[in-house]
C-alpha cells in the first residue's frame, strides 16, 4: 500500500487530516548466514529487506496514545502517563515495550498521538516483523520529542523492550538489522563489541528468493531458551580450560576439537560445535563474497542449513523440503533456513533465469510432500529505518 493510500486509511481510522501527520519506515531482515550467533558473541551476516513497517504519527491534544494497526482488528487507546502499566499479550505491547524503554532514557512519550501501523512482513515467518515494529516506534518517537537519533541505540533499546517487556530472550542481530541496513549492502556484525562493516552484496545475475513455508513457530520461545542455556552450559565447562573466554563463539575450531571431550553432553556439545563452526563459516562466507565467489558463498549457505538442521536441531520438516526442493533446482547456488527456525522462511540464492522454475517446481513439491502451501518473495536488501522524504 502507498503512502497515500495509507494516509486515506489513517483519516478513516482517526478523523481529520494527515497535514500533521509524519510518516516513518522500518523494514525486516533476512539473515544471510550466522544462525543463533548472536547470543553467543558471534558474527552474523544479516541484511535489510526491500519491505517493511509504515508508521503514520500524529499528535492528538487530549493525551491519549491511540494505536491502531492495518494488519490486525486490536485497538488500544491508553492515557500517555499509563503507558507501560498493563500488558495486553497483543501487538500493541512492542511499542509501548519502546516507549517503556525511552521513558527510562529520559524520553517519556509526553502528550497524546495517533499511530496508525502497516506491516508487509508476514507475521511469525521468521523475518522480524517485531524488531521493525520496535525500531520504527523508537526511531520515530525519539525523532518527536527531540533526542540524538543514533541507529545502534535505537537496535539496543528496542532489544530490550523486547527482551523486558515483551518477554522474548533474543539476541541483538534483528534490531540491529532492521535499525542499521542499507540498500545493497549486508551487514557484518560482531555482536560481542557491535563492531560492524556494511558489505556490498553484489550478485550479478543472482536473486535471494525468500521462501515462506507458513509453517506457524510452535514453541519457538521455549525451545529458543533451551538452546540459549545449553549454550551457557558449554561456556561454563570450556570456560574451565579456556579462563578467557567469555563467549562460546570466540573460540576457534581448533580450540574446540581440543577441549570438546571436557562437554560429557553429547547434545550440548553438538549445540557447541554448531557455533563455532557457524561463526568460523560466516567469516569464511564474507571472504568468498569479497572475492565475488557466489558458488562458494551459495554452499556455505548448505552447510550452515546442515549444521542447523543436525548439531543445533532448530530446523523441521517444512524447512528441510524446502531447502531440499530449492538444491534440486539447477540455478540454486545455495539454500538454508533463516532466522529462528522451527516454521518460517528459508533464504536461497538462485539464478534470474531459474527464478520462475524456483518458485513453480519448489511450491509445488513443497505442497505435495507438506500440504502447505509455501509463499516466494524476490527482494531485494534495501535501507534501514528512516523518516520517508515529501510527505510530512
Ligand atoms: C531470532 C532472534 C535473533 C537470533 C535469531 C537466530 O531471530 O530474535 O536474536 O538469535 O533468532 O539467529
Known amino acids: 500500500m502507498g503512502i497515500q493510500d495509507l494516509k486515506v486509511k489513517f483519516s478513516e481510522k ?8 509524519r510518516v516513518f519506515y522500518a523494514p525486516g531482515r533476512v539473515n544471510l548466514i550466522g544462525e543463533h550467533l548472536d547470543y553467543n558473541g558471534g558474527y552474523v551476516f544479516p541484511a535489510a529487506l526491500d519491505f517493511g513497517t509504515t508508521l503514520i504519527v500524529r499528535p492528538r491534544s487530549d493525551g491519549k ?3 491502531a494497526s492495518t494488519n490486525f482488528p486490536f ?43 502497516h506491516g508487509e512482513i508476514p507475521n511469525g515467518s521468521g523475518l522480524s516483523s517485531s524488531a521493525s515494529i520496535e525500531v520504527v516506534t523508537g526511531f520515530a518517537f525519539l525523532t518527536l520529542l527531540g533526542g540524538a537519533v543514533d541507529t545502534v541505540e535505537i537496535a539496543l533499546l528496542s532489544q530490550r523492550a523486547e527482551n523486558q517487556y515483551v518477554g522474548v530472550n533474543s539476541g541483538i542481530m534483528d534490531q540491529f538489522a532492521v535499525a542499521n541496513g542499507k540498500r545493497d549492502q549486508a551487514i557484518l556484525l560482531m555482536c560481542d563489541t557491535l563492531e560492524y562493516s556494511l558489505i556490498p552484496f553484489v550478485t550479478g545475475s543472482y536473486k535471494l528468493v ?11 520461545d521455549s525451545k529458543y531458551n533451551e538452546r540459549r542455556s545449553q549454550c551457557e552450559e558449554a561456556l561454563v565447562i570450556l570456560k574451565q580450560e579456556v579462563p578467557s573466554l567469555s563467549y562460546l563463539a570466540e573460540l576457534k575450531p ?9 562437554i560429557t553432553n553429547e547434545t550440548v556439545r553438538r549445540r557447541a560445535r554448531h557455533v563455532v563452526e557457524e561463526n568460523q563459516r560466516v567469516l569464511d ?24 538442521r543436525d548439531l543445533y536441531e532448530v530446523s523441521c520438516e517444512e524447512l528441510d523440503v524446502m531447502v531440499e526442493e530449492a538444491q534440486k533446482i539447477p540455478g540454486t547456488l545455495g539454500s538454508r533456513m533463516t532466522g529462528a527456525g522451527f516454521g518460517g522462511c528459508t533464504v536461497s540464492l ?28 524476490v527482494c531485494g536488501i534495501g535501507n534501514g529505518v528512516e523518516e520517508l522524504e515529501g510527505v510530512k
Open 285 to 308: 562466507s564474507v571472504e568468498a563474497l569479497k572475492k565475488n565467489d557466489l558458488k562458494q558463498f551459495g554452499q556455505y549457505m548448505n552447510a550452515s542449513h546442515v549444521s542447523l
Open 210 to 220: 525468500i521462501g515462506n513455508t507458513n509453517k506457524k513457530r510452535g514453541l519457538v
Open 75 to 117: 485497538v488500544a487507546s491508553i492515557d500517555y502517563s499509563d503507558i507501560g502499566t498493563a500488558k495486553t499479550g497483543e501487538w500493541v505491547d512492542y511499542p509501548v515495550g519502546v516507549m517503556v524503554e525511552l521513558a527510562k532514557q529520559g524520553f517519556p512519550v509526553s502528550g497524546g498521538y495517533d499511530l496508525l501501523f
Open 14 to 21: 482517526y478523523g481529520g487530516s494527515t497535514e500533521e501527520a
Open 350 to 377: 538462485v539464478h534470474e533465469d531459474d527464478v520462475q522454475r524456483f518458485i513453480r517446481e519448489v511450491g509445488e513439491a513443497y505442497t505435495a510432500r507438506t500440504g502447505l502451501a509455501g509463499e516466494f518473495y
Open 65 to 67: 496514545v491511540q494505536f
Open 254 to 262: 581448533e580450540q574446540f576439537e581440543a577441549h570438546k571431550d571436557k
